[in-house]
């Protein structure tokens, strides 16, 4: 139940707009289609959980905005699921995290088989920042199989942090290119060797920054029809690439470019 709830983020176009939803007496427009953010960070706490709720109320009321689900990635440890889901009528889905994978992955298959069927929908690693690491060792295959065989989602994993393009540099990005598209390969290895894995890119894999990256997103896209990529902090740096390049790839993938907003607790919680 909770794949399939998932799944339904991950069939909606960009903006997550599904017309399905618009009844016959209020025609589908940008104000009636539901909004599901599948990178958003929760921190878990019921009354935390609960502001989330208010801002769903206050943007419903005041903008005709529906939020119909948020899926959050603030692992690693979850609230009482059971809980989660009788208060917020699932619309709250969770997922668990792993930071540091110098050392491997952090859960085994069998402690990722546990948390999902008490109801994670995901698991969010991120290689992307760490020198050294090969995010297509070996010793990862077992995990990314069992997630395969049980249908749990990638969620947000973060591949390669950018590396800064026309003299831009943000703490914590790769310097050198060499780096980030060798962290980009071994995601695609991965991708390779695991069709069935279900993937939800952060960033647009972060291949947004010049129209050569954003044509590679788009083979990217064309080659593995399991990946599928959020906007989540991307919108103020597309102005680097070409519009009519950009339109036809948001276009052509519509239904794989999903809305997200990288937002946190810290955003609008005292």
């Given at each position: 139940?909770?794949?399939?709830?998932?799944?339904?983020?991950?069939?909606?176009?960009?903006?997550?707009?599904?017309?399905?939803f618009a009844s016959a007496e209020s025609p589908f427009t940008l104000s009636t289609m539901p909004r599901v953010d599948v990178h958003a960070h929760i921190r878990p706490d019921w009354d935390v959980i609960d502001q989330y709720m208010e801002l769903r109320d206050a943007l419903k009321e005041e903008h005709d905005v529906e939020m119909a689900m948020w899926v959050s990635l603030n692992g690693p440890q979850p609230p009482d699921l059971e809980e989660l889901k009788a208060r917020y009528n699932g619309r709250i889905l969770w997922t668990i995290s792993d930071y540091k994978i110098a050392d491997g992955l952090k859960f085994s298959p069998q402690e990722l088989e546990d948390w999902h069927k008490?109801?994670?929908?995901?698991?969010?690693?991120y290689p992307g920042w760490q020198p050294g690491v090969r995010?297509?060792?070996?010793?990862?295959?077992?995990?990314?199989?069992?997630?395969?065989?049980?249908?749990?989602?990638?969620?947000?994993?973060h591949v390669a942090n950018p590396c800064g393009i026309y003299g831009r540099r943000t703490s914590g990005w790769i310097p050198d290119p060499v780096v980030f598209w060798q962290h980009q390969r071994r995601w695609e290895n991965v991708l390779a060797k695991h069709p069935k894995l279900v993937v939800v890119n952060a960033h647009m894999l972060w291949l947004c920054y010049s129209d050569e990256q954003l044509d590679y997103l788009r083979y990217m896209l064309t080659t593995y029809p399991n990946l599928n990529v959020d906007i989540a902090t991307t919108p103020e740096l597309l102005y680097f690439v070409d519009r009519d390049n950009l339109r036809d790839l948001m276009i052509e993938y519509a239904d794989r470019i999903l809305f997200g907003t990288d937002m946190g607790t810290k955003w609008f919680c005292p």
């Open positions: 139940m909770h794949h399939l709830r998932l799944r339904l983020a991950l069939t909606a176009i960009v903006l997550l707009c599904v017309p399905a008490r109801g994670v929908v995901g698991f969010k690693f995010i297509d060792h070996p010793d990862n295959e077992p995990t990314f199989a069992k997630m395969e065989e049980i249908g749990m989602i990638a969620a947000s994993p």
